[in-house]
């Protein structure tokens, strides 16, 4: 599909940064809305502090009187990589503060489904635990924490998934988007709502006396900073000030090999070097190989993995994480195959126009990776996207990712307001979500939600845009530039790493892998400045294309390392032939 390159517009004049931030920077940040140095600062005295979370107090309270009386805790949390990073949190954090009875529970997906239901419950209450903590879910749980009082288990949910309306009826809720949360941040993780509940469960137990009379080393919480960054980066949300302070802090100490046995084996095993390592990593090589174990297996193997201690045996975990992400990789790869045969059927039978709301189902579809095939289907077409599998007993799940401009669970809320009984349940983002339904209703859903999509966008909102940072002069494209942009993060979600572009001449062009351009580009026809550049997952009906000797690309200035040497290289997120011939060069 093709995109148009909007160039952001940066307003400096009331910026006021330092000589130490170069030039170019202070554009790329006053464009993200930081306008001093003042808001680069990632210490952690600049994190918001713990007292404005509503319902805080009476979870501390609860949690202290378990560990202080020697309760059971049993941590429940979700099958991806936010849910168990902020499991082993949990885990490790109580284990650290002398609580000797604690384990974890995590649904799995193709037996239980997502979250605390009653069913789970039921499994849960055969480990006999005084007090249930749900991490990274819960609070759309109405009828499990029901079901886990009627057991005499106490709950307390901890989340950071939009509520609906009507909240669990929990001993004590932790979640900075329900209703009169003062948290100032409400764009957490589950990872980071439970490091600031284990944080304030710290600072009772020590207004207690508790470390002090029994002899115990009080836990360092930025010790768990590692998993912190990593969920936090793993689940896209939002990079605000005080997620990318959460981030940079847990970066710091994952490259200085104080990290979790279980990441830095994941990291070995994917071949990372973590001193170098930056957030991409964290989104694009650990996050994925923690998630197949949630997608395709049980997500307890990747919570152990994380967990680990032992180099040896991390390692091993590390391998089957490994092998599962391969499995997924192939499994995604022909679901493609299959859905863009469906595109292109339909686009035939509708004239080329396809829905604004695109719903797919296929019976052989893996329920485990269609949360990915929505992603990459939103991505070619640029549209919502929700991609079904079957369930059981005729039920099908969904799994949506949404474009800017919609939201993707108030657009299912309107769906299911305006035809009762046609969504089973639903819950997510603004920008994902999941949903069940009977899969004979999918006709009807279909329709329905293509509807409210089409009230809720309009035509322009389907064109796919890039905003770029503009042009880089030919002096840019420096080893220490590239250096700087890459330290200058961290770089995620609504704070995006620095993307130029321009007019580039095509000096070679061949395929890598088996979809990857690997590009030698120039500014000018014959230049003694030649550029590395890679194009991941590209078209391959238009790439390569040895006809085309310019086009324009979009592109990320970043460093390349390759048996030593280090270079500047170009990672191409866009590109296209361009169609007016190129000045003669001076």
């Known amino acids: 599909m093709q995109k148009i390159i909007k160039r952001r517009q940066v307003d400096l004049s009331e910026a006021?940064?330092?000589?130490?931030?170069p030039p170019l920077l202070q554009r790329v940040y006053a464009s993200r809305g930081i306008k001093t140095d003042a808001q680069l600062q990632n210490g952690l005295q600049q994190l918001h502090q713990p007292q404005a979370f509503k319902g805080l107090d009476a979870a501390v309270e609860l949690l202290a009187e378990a560990v202080v009386e020697g309760r059971k805790v049993l941590i429940v949390g979700d099958f991806d990589a936010d849910g168990a990073t902020s499991c082993a949190l949990a885990v490790l954090a109580l284990r650290a503060m002398g609580l000797e009875q604690v384990d974890f529970l995590v649904p799995n997906r193709f037996e239980y489904g997502y979250g605390l239901t009653p069913e789970i419950v039921a499994v849960?209450?055969?480990?006999?635990?005084?007090?249930?903590?749900?991490?990274?879910?819960?609070?759309?749980?109405?009828e499990g924490v029901a079901a886990a009082q009627a057991r005499n288990i106490r709950v307390v949910v901890t989340d950071h998934h939009l509520p609906g309306p009507q909240l669990p009826a929990a001993d004590a809720i932790v979640n900075p988007n329900q209703g009169q949360c003062g948290f100032p941040s409400k764009h957490l993780a589950g990872v980071g709502v439970i490091f600031y509940v284990m944080s304030a469960l710290r600072a009772e137990l020590r207004r207690r006396d508790w470390f002090a009379e029994r002899g115990l080393a009080e836990p360092n919480m930025a010790d768990y900073l590692d998993l912190v960054a990593l969920g936090t980066v793993a689940d896209v949300v939002p990079l605000d000030d005080n997620n990318r302070i959460l981030v940079y802090q847990g970066i710091q100490r994952i490259r200085a090999g104080r990290a979790r046995t279980g990441i830095l084996a994941m990291l070995a095993v994917a071949g990372r070097e973590p001193r170098r390592l930056v957030a991409a990593d964290l989104g694009f090589v650990v996050g994925p190989r923690l998630n197949a174990a949630g997608r395709l297996?049980?997500?307890?193997?990747?919570?152990?993995?994380?967990?680990?201690?032992?180099?040896?045996?991390?390692?091993?975990?590390?391998?089957?994480?490994?092998?599962?992400?391969?499995?997924?990789?192939a499994i995604e790869s022909g679901m493609q195959r299959e859905a863009m045969q469906s595109l292109q059927a339909l686009q035939v039978d509708e004239a080329g126009d396809l829905p604004w709301g695109l719903c797919l189902y296929d019976a052989t579809w893996h329920q485990g990776v269609i949360g990915i095939l929505a992603a990459r289907i939103k991505d070619r077409f640029h549209r919502p996207v929700i991609a079904f599998a079957d369930a059981d007993a005729g039920t099908i799940k969904g799994s949506a990712r949404s474009i800017a401009g919609l939201h993707i669970r108030d657009a299912l809320d309107a769906v299911a307001a305006r035809h009762p009984g046609l969504l089973s349940k639903f819950g997510g983002h603004a920008m994902a979500a999941g949903?069940?339904?009977?899969?004979?209703?999918?006709?009807?859903?279909?329709?329905?939600?293509?509807?409210?999509?089409?009230?809720?966008?309009?035509?322009?909102?389907?064109?796919?845009?890039?905003?770029?940072?503009?042009?880089?002069?030919?002096?840019?494209?420096?080893?220490?530039?590239?250096?700087?942009?890459?330290?200058?993060?961290?770089?995620?979600q609504h704070f995006p790493q620095p993307l130029f572009d321009g007019e580039f001449y095509l000096q070679q062009q061949r395929l890598v892998g088996e979809k990857h351009l690997k590009l030698v580009v120039s500014l000018l026809p014959e230049d003694q400045l030649l550029i590395d550049a890679i194009a991941f997952?590209?078209?391959?009906?238009?790439?390569?294309?040895?006809?085309?000797?310019?086009?324009?690309?979009?592109?990320?200035?970043?460093?390349?390392?390759?048996?030593?040497?280090?270079?500047?290289?170009?990672?191409?997120e866009y590109l296209e032939p361009c169609q007016v011939p190129a000045p003669a060069a001076k």
């Not at 849960?124 to 109405?142: F, Y």
């Not at 919570?303 to 991390?314: E, N, R, T, V, W």
Request: proline residues 3%; contains cysteine; glycine residues 6%.
């Open 16 to 21: 006021d940064f330092s000589a130490a931030i």
């Open 124 to 142: 849960a209450a055969g480990l006999q635990p005084a007090v249930i903590v749900t991490v990274d879910n819960g609070i759309s749980s109405i």
């Open 297 to 329: 297996d049980d997500m307890s193997l990747g919570i152990q993995c994380l967990l680990c201690d032992s180099p040896g045996l991390a390692r091993e975990m590390a391998l089957e994480l490994e092998d599962l992400n391969r499995d997924r990789k």
């Open 435 to 492: 949903m069940t339904l009977e899969k004979a209703h999918f006709d009807r859903f279909q329709a329905a939600f293509d509807a409210v999509v089409r009230e809720q966008l309009d035509a322009a909102d389907l064109q796919a845009e890039l905003l770029s940072d503009g042009a880089l002069e030919r002096e840019d494209f420096a080893l220490e530039l590239a250096q700087q942009i890459r330290e200058a993060g961290p770089w995620g």
């Open 537 to 572: 997952n590209v078209d391959l009906d238009v790439w390569p294309n040895p006809a085309v000797q310019r086009a324009r690309l979009a592109y990320r200035l970043d460093v390349n390392e390759f048996r030593g040497r280090r270079s500047v290289q170009l990672i191409v």
